[in-house]
């Protein structure tokens, strides 16, 4: 299995982010083949939505670690993510994972919606 280095890793999690995402790794009990993947697909109102969620690694994933969280990303989903930093909100106004991303031209008021 091999690893890519840290000055590879095309995204960045805030300090809330990796907080929350180790808080929720505990909770689901999962096992050492799963890890965090990010990525894109089709969909959405401005046309490609985020993927945030723990999985187990596929064909064509590269791996990286990042704050102690392994990240599962398919090869192609760097071109739209590099750069982008993933942020937790947790106040009165709003809660959850937020995407910052210097590749997106537009992004769709839920925020998790993106062009390009």
């Not at 985020?50 to 994933?61: A, R």
Request: net charge negative; glycine share 14%.
């Amino acid at each position: 299995m091999s690893m890519e280095t840290t000055s590879l890793i095309p995204v960045s999690l805030t300090e809330g982010a990796a907080k929350e995402l180790r808080k929720l790794q505990q909770q689901q009990e999962l096992g050492d083949e799963f890890g965090l993947r990010i990525g894109v697909e089709g969909g959405g109102c401005s046309g490609m939505n985020y993927i945030l969620g723990f999985d187990q690694k596929k064909e064509g994933d590269q791996e990286f670690f990042l704050d102690g969280i392994k990240i599962y990303m398919h090869k192609a989903h760097g071109l739209y993510l590099a750069g982008m930093q993933i942020d937790f909100q947790d106040g009165l106004n709003s809660r959850g994972f937020t995407f910052n991303n210097p590749n997106a031209s537009s992004t769709c008021g839920c925020g998790t919606s993106f062009a390009v």
